[in-house]
């Protein structure tokens, strides 16, 4: 599986859009980027994934660039309850594990 | 159920002992996976189940640990003979099959069990 690049700490503002870059310059073809959170010590979080379209769902928006290598996930008005460690995954169908990197702590401050 | 389960939430075991953890897959789906945290940020993958075969065991350590998936009953995952670097929090996550080429189906993740080897 490809492997991600994404800083190690992020801050936002409270109510402000946090953006959260990820690299994933070896994805296949048929490797989807997913993103998912992990708040304290909980489960990770599924947050959303896409493959080559921009997504959006009720958590997130996910921009992937066109040449795929690489996205950002977008809240777009952070809470003070986002604060989690965001990980950006890329790999491909249901039965395969997921390769997690050191992630994105993002702080969202008042 | 519509949630992945797991227990205990807690394990405190002296080191030697044995620990045995359960998962309870989302109901429906196929593919289940073992993930070991050991530091904060740091995952590793153990083995997954398709159903209760081993799908893929290329992460689990070939020595005290081993795993079963076994019709209507949880997931189990047990260490014989603990080690102190087998302190971790343990997750389990589980996915559906994937019935359309291409698609993918997204992992779900358990609240973990806290292992604790004194």
């Known amino acids: 599986d490809a492997k991600t690049t994404q800083p190690p700490s992020m801050d936002c503002a409270e109510g402000r859009a946090a953006n959260l870059p990820c690299n994933h310059s070896t994805i296949s073809g048929n490797e989807y980027v997913y993103w998912y959170r992990q708040i304290h010590s909980q489960g990770p979080q599924y947050i959303i994934h896409?493959?080559?379209n921009n997504e959006t769902n009720e958590m997130a928006s996910l921009i992937i660039t066109e040449d795929r290598k690489s996205s950002t996930l977008v809240l777009p008005h952070a809470t003070l309850r986002d604060t989690a460690v965001y990980y950006c995954?890329?790999?491909?169908?249901?039965?395969?594990?997921?390769?997690f990197g050191g992630g994105t702590r993002l702080m969202v401050k008042p | 159920g519509e949630e992945v389960a797991q227990t205990p939430k807690h394990l405190v075991r002296g080191e030697g002992q044995k620990a045995k953890l359960y998962c309870a897959p989302i109901?429906?789906?196929?593919?289940v996976f073992w993930y070991q945290q050991v530091l904060k940020n740091e995952f590793k993958f153990l083995i997954s189940?398709?159903?209760?075969?081993?799908?893929?065991e290329t992460g689990m350590p070939k020595e005290r640990f081993s795993a079963k998936c076994l019709p209507n009953s949880p997931c189990s995952l047990e260490i014989q003979a603990t080690k102190l670097e087998d302190s971790a929090v343990y997750f389990c996550a589980s996915s559906q099959l994937s019935r359309l080429a291409g698609r993918t189906d997204t992992q779900y993740f358990g609240p973990g069990t806290r292992l604790t080897v004194l």
């Open positions: 189940f398709q159903n209760e075969n081993v799908f893929d």
């Open positions: 995954i890329v790999g491909h169908w249901a039965g395969n594990m997921l390769t």
């Open positions: 896409g493959l080559k």
């Open positions: 109901k429906g789906h196929s593919y």
